[in-house]
């Protein structure tokens, strides 16, 4: 049974950074992609970032440059480095890798607040 386990969340000001990490119950050699939804209340799931298993990345328009994903695969971790945070930002982050399947984390909330 693969796991995807979120950390890193929590409550950050504007302008602030947080990084997020999603560590796998496996390998993810052989995931790809990788990479991050968020959720926003009353919105649906939107991309954020993903990778794939050659390091190629892609990003939301409305996260370019401030946000850096990366995966780690002798850690089995994949991140989500967040700079220059906005108040647009604050939702709940689902890392989700696919393998045969798509395979999700439980969520870490991240509240972007004066």
């Known amino acids: 049974q693969v796991q995807l386990v979120e950390s890193g969340g929590g409550l950050v000001q504007p302008g602030g950074s947080l990084r997020l990490s999603c560590a796998a119950s496996t390998s993810i050699d052989s995931f790809n992609p990788m990479g991050w939804y968020r959720q926003a209340p009353g919105l649906q799931r939107r991309l954020v970032a993903s990778i794939d298993s050659a390091g190629m990345t892609n990003y939301a328009d409305s996260v370019k440059g401030r946000f850096t994903i990366s995966r780690d695969n002798g850690r089995n971790t994949m991140y989500l480095q967040m700079n220059s945070l906005k108040l647009e930002d604050t939702a709940v982050y689902y890392c989700?890798?696919?393998?045969?399947?798509?395979?999700w984390g439980q969520g870490t909330q991240v509240t972007v607040s004066s």
């Open positions: 989700f890798g696919y393998y045969g399947q798509n395979y």
